[in-house]
């Protein structure tokens, strides 16, 4: 995500905040409206189950609505509700992962028109030729389900969700050499789980 | 084209899994019914709270009801304090006197209940009457007596040794 869209994103952001502050219900609504689909991808490539997604959600945002009265704007609203997202979605995975795991029966469709998934599908190896886009997704999933938490958070936001290093570690309260770390390693699981599809 | 490169481009697939078609609105629906059901909840609590302080407001406004309620606390407070301070008990506590008063003494009778045990030294009695060194104690029967100060006694005989 750029500078200049931030920015701009930022003034009408702070616009809904002080008018959700005021106790406008419907400035908040607007802000749930704008980030439901961005925080949909940070929660669903998480937690890999678009009920457990959608749950969460509802959570976030009304934890945030509960909070935006003591929203200093210290940080972008965008940074505030990130933070809020990825700190419930890791209490959810370690309250779900002492109860059981989840399964990957839930894979979407959409990208087999996508131009970059045509070129890599048409111009990768044998394997990634061949394979059927339900597969390559469950793959995906189980890949990423094999990360640890906090390497798939790193993932999801600068892979998936195209953040910057510096907006991550604001996001998640650590240092950008920790965030490129744990991409580092992170990466070089996904090329162990995924070399099928690479080699 | 790196390896890490290639991962990044796989996973990047991912960012495809968006919502279903009309999740947003759905959601939207969902987070209003649950937002506005936080808010009745938080202005119910909100209603019981402002009751109970108005009732409790309405309870402290007339204070002379809380004087009245002071006044009587202290008037029983009174009432059993001050029986035990004018009682004349000695050790055994069975000892009680009330003045009579009158003559040239502050106190020239005093009749008592005499206590159980007609070992007890009458002469205890002085402890509590300031100004006598000793009281004579004088059975009437049914367990009362008459406390007399021995001054007073040896004054009576004085005037009729005169006489």
Same mark, same amino acid.
């Not at chain 2, 009749?111 to 060194?133: K, N, Q, T, W």
């Given at each position: 995500? =750029?500078?200049?869209?931030?920015?701009? =994103?930022?003034?009408?952001? !702070?616009?809904?905040?002080?008018?959700?502050?005021?106790?406008?219900? !419907?400035?908040?609504?607007?802000?749930?409206?704008?980030?439901?689909?961005?925080?949909?991808?940070?929660?669903?490539?998480?937690? %890999? =189950?678009?009920?457990?997604?959608?749950?969460?959600?509802?959570?976030?945002?009304?934890?945030?609505? !509960?909070?935006? !009265?003591?929203?200093?704007?210290?940080?972008?609203?965008?940074?505030?509700?990130?933070?809020?997202?990825?700190?419930?979605?890791?209490?959810?995975?370690?309250?779900?992962?002492?109860?059981?795991?989840?399964?990957?029966?839930?894979?979407?469709?959409?990208?087999?028109?996508?131009?970059?998934?045509?070129?890599?599908?048409?111009?990768?190896?044998?394997?990634?030729?061949?394979? =059927?886009?339900?597969?390559?997704?469950?793959?995906?999933?189980?890949?990423?389900?094999?990360?640890?938490?906090?390497?798939?958070?790193?993932?999801?936001?600068?892979?998936?969700?195209?953040?910057?290093? %510096?907006?991550? %570690?604001?996001?998640?309260?650590?240092?950008?050499?920790?965030?490129? %770390?744990?991409?580092?390693?992170?990466?070089?699981?996904?090329?162990?789980?995924?070399?099928?599809?690479?080699? | 084209?790196?390896?890490?490169?290639?991962?990044?481009?796989?996973?990047?697939?991912?960012?495809?899994?968006?919502?279903?078609?009309?999740?947003?609105?759905?959601?939207?629906?969902?987070?209003?019914?649950?937002?506005?059901?936080?808010?009745?909840?938080?202005?119910?609590?909100?209603?019981?709270?402002?009751?109970?302080?108005?009732?409790?407001?309405?309870?402290?406004?007339?204070?002379?009801?809380?004087?009245?309620?002071?006044?009587?606390?202290?008037?029983?407070?009174?009432?059993?304090?001050?029986?035990?301070?004018?009682?004349?008990?000695?050790?055994?506590?069975?000892?009680?006197?009330?003045? *009579?008063?009158?003559?040239?003494?502050?106190?020239?009778?005093?009749?008592?209940?005499?206590?159980?045990?007609?070992?007890?030294?009458?002469?205890?009695?002085?402890?509590?009457?300031?100004?006598? *060194?000793?009281?004579?104690?004088?059975?009437?029967?049914?367990?009362?007596?008459?406390?007399?100060?021995?001054?007073?006694?040896?004054?009576?005989?004085?005037?009729? *040794?005169?006489?």
């Amino acid at each position: 995500m =750029n500078e200049q869209a931030l920015s701009s =994103n930022g003034d009408s952001d !702070r616009d809904l905040v002080e008018r959700a502050q005021g106790g406008d219900t !419907r400035a908040f609504d607007e802000l749930v409206r704008k980030y439901t689909p961005k925080l949909y991808g940070l929660v669903y490539n998480m937690t %890999s =189950n678009r009920e457990d997604t959608a749950d969460l959600l509802q959570d976030i945002f009304s934890k945030a609505y !509960r909070s935006v !009265r003591r929203f200093m704007g210290k940080s972008s609203f965008y940074t505030w509700i990130y933070s809020i997202a990825v700190n419930m979605t890791l209490n959810f995975l370690k309250k779900r992962g002492r109860y059981g795991k989840v399964s990957l029966d839930d894979v979407d469709t959409g990208i087999q028109n996508d131009p970059e998934f045509i070129r890599i599908t048409t111009s990768g190896t044998s394997t990634l030729r061949e394979v =059927n886009i339900h597969e390559l997704q469950k793959r995906l999933n189980e890949a990423m389900m094999k990360l640890s938490e906090d390497h798939r958070t790193v993932v999801t936001l600068y892979d998936i969700q195209g953040l910057q290093h %510096s907006e991550i %570690s604001r996001i998640l309260g650590v240092s950008e050499g920790t965030v490129r %770390s744990r991409l580092f390693y992170a990466h070089r699981q996904l090329q162990n789980f995924l070399e099928d599809f690479i080699k | 084209m790196s390896d890490f490169e290639d991962i990044q481009r796989l996973i990047r697939l991912k960012q495809y899994e968006s919502p279903p078609k009309d999740f947003v609105d759905q959601f939207m629906d969902e987070f209003q019914y649950r937002q506005r059901s936080e808010l009745l909840r938080q202005s119910a609590h909100g209603l019981l709270l402002e009751r109970l302080r108005m009732y409790f407001d309405e309870l402290a406004t007339p204070k002379w009801a809380l004087a009245a309620a002071a006044l009587v606390i202290a008037a029983i407070a009174v009432w059993m304090l001050v029986p035990e301070s004018r009682s004349v008990g000695g050790s055994s506590g069975v000892t009680e006197a009330k003045a *009579e008063g009158g003559g040239d003494f502050a106190i020239e009778t005093v009749r008592i209940m005499v206590a159980d045990d007609p070992d007890e030294d009458p002469g205890l009695l002085s402890e509590h009457f300031e100004g006598y *060194e000793e009281l004579l104690v004088m059975p009437t029967g049914h367990g009362t007596g008459i406390a007399v100060p021995v001054k007073h006694i040896n004054r009576v005989e004085e005037k009729a *040794e005169q006489k």
